[in-house]
């Protein structure tokens, strides 16, 4: 297919296009926001998407209820710490026929250990779920928390995705995430504030990935018959300032505006098949375009009447349950390309190719999956445009340039316990890895004509072994235990462990 690629896998690409084209989570009643395969392996009790969970409302007699109501009720929340069931109680409760609604708070303690350079977090938060008219939905998740040791090595942390303040002694974050929505059968509004994953994956969805800051954001879904449509507006945070005045302390804070917008057209043929298409856009340092609001059009062909000031990228995939335990996934997504170069190695041809299998298993399941990424894809060449959000990618969370195979094994190995391992094998090239790369400064004067090779640069392979197990074994008190392991050159290993509290 590509011609001197100087890759080894050339019939990856051919198989991975057929299972797309041919094997296209089938799930009318489902979302596009939620997929049905997602890395399940732990860093840490506070990453996890909490949007992505359902709500829980557990059974409470009508008006407030706490545990400080009376001596009984003390008693009866306080006995509640040490059960090995799942909570009966949370801190504060209201129930009415029109309005449900619980809230906590929690604490905890977070730790990683590498070599030499350790560094621990200690933290504090409130979460907040009601339901109002069985339709309206209001979840609020805030935590707030220091870093503590090698600070140096504690800004590499996975919680420090967006702002942060850093002391002589410690490292100060905070972060929120919430949503408010209405919810009918087969159509849903929603404005908040989270991540999202398109598409299924364990290693990082080639569409977009939720491995970020959370971001503000709005969509709808709507389900009619055997279609599904669905649009996402995001307003994301530049990854740098624009230099514009003189004054150095003002231009620190001119972060440019900058937007993602996304749709998926979504047909169910048969109830075991799910085939989509979409489109994402970024753009920005402008207001909100009203032509990305619009989830029925052609984007690409509004984009470049727009002056082709943006940057789009098309996807598709699908999704086949071959039995109720097997789910077989795979995706495509576009970023440039030109009719005329399409079989060559021109280095405008950007995607991204990934296809996977989960199977269900008695005690778990466990996953197989295969990845793709053409070099330079997600780059672009303004600030504003980059496939990014906050400093971290939208695209594959690994980069571009490379081959990644992963499999995932979940099991939960007792109801209090809970095991989840990863192991991935990546080869990849120096050259048109990173997000970051401005091609008008690296094909300047040579953009019609430049060519990119599979591997470019220097060529490494890495392998990567990461695994946690969660430990819930009381009703309001959590572990978790893990090792990531890397190895590019050398082995490197960490350890990293968790508690919290939540009531």
């Known amino acids: 297919m590509m011609k001197n690629s100087g890759m080894p896998g050339q019939r990856l690409f051919v198989i991975l296009f057929l299972v797309n084209a041919g094997f296209l989570f089938a799930q009318a009643s489902g979302s596009t926001f939620v997929p049905r395969a997602h890395s399940e392996v732990k860093h840490s009790l506070l990453n996890q998407n909490s949007l992505s969970t359902p709500m829980h409302l557990q059974e409470e007699e009508d008006g407030l209820t706490h545990p400080f109501r009376g001596l009984s009720s003390f008693t009866e929340a306080f006995t509640d710490v040490f059960t090995s069931s799942s909570p009966r109680h949370d801190l504060f409760s209201y129930r009415h026929p029109k309005l449900q609604a619980d809230m906590n708070i929690y604490a905890g303690y977070e730790a990683d250990f590498t070599d030499s350079r350790d560094y621990y977090f200690w933290y504090k938060g409130w979460k907040l779920e009601a339901v109002a008219w069985n339709s309206v939905f209001l979840r609020t998740d805030w935590y707030n928390g220091a870093f503590y040791g090698d600070l140096d ?11 942060y303040k850093r002391f002589d002694k410690h490292i100060q974050l905070d972060n929120l995430s919430g949503e ?7 159509f849903r509004l929603a404005l908040g504030r989270g991540r999202f994953q398109i598409g299924n994956s364990i290693s990082g969805s080639v569409i977009l990935n939720d491995k970020v800051n959370d971001y503000a954001y709005f969509l709808g879904e709507a389900t009619l018959g055997d279609f599904r449509l669905s649009l996402l507006h995001g307003s994301l945070i530049a990854d740098s300032t624009y230099s514009l005045h003189s004054n150095s302390q003002i231009d620190a804070r001119h972060y440019p505006d900058k937007y993602l917008a996304l749709h998926q057209l979504s047909y169910f043929p048969i109830s075991s098949l799910e085939l989509y298409l979409g489109e994402s856009v970024i753009y920005g340092n402008r207001g909100i375009d009203l032509n990305y609001l619009l ?20 996807f598709a995939g699908g999704n086949f349950d071959i039995d109720p335990y097997t789910l077989l996934y795979a995706q495509f997504a576009l970023d440039e390309f030109s009719y005329s170069k399409i079989f060559t190695n021109w280095w405008g041809n950007k995607y991204a190719l990934q296809a996977g299998l989960r199977r269900k298993l008695p005690p778990g399941s466990i996953t197989l999956e295969a990845t793709a990424v053409r070099p330079y894809t997600y780059a672009h060449f303004m600030n504003h445009t980059m496939y990014s959000h ?17 499999t995932e094994l979940n099991i939960p190995l007792k109801p209090y316990l809970q095991l989840d391992s990863r192991l991935s094998w990546r080869q990849r090239g120096s050259e048109g890895n990173d997000w970051r790369d401005n091609y008008h400064d690296i094909f300047g004067g040579q953009i019609d004509s430049a060519e990119a090779q599979w591997f470019a640069g220097t060529k490494s392979t890495e392998y990567q072994i990461v695994s946690s197990i969660a430990i819930p074994i009381m009703a309001h008190l959590k572990f978790l235990f893990g090792h990531d392991s890397l190895k590019q050159t050398d082995w490197n290993h960490k350890l990293f462990a968790a508690w919290q509290f939540i009531y």
């Open 153 to 163: 090595a504690a800004q590499e942390d996975t919680l420090i995705d967006g702002y």
């Open 180 to 186: 408010l929505a209405w919810q009918r059968e087969d």
């Open 295 to 314: 989830p029925n059009s052609f984007w690409r062909a509004v984009e470049h009447n727009l002056w082709d000031r943006d940057n789009v990228m098309i």
């Open 390 to 406: 906050d400093g971290r990618p939208l695209g594959y969370p690994q980069g571009s340039n490379l081959l990644d195979i992963s």
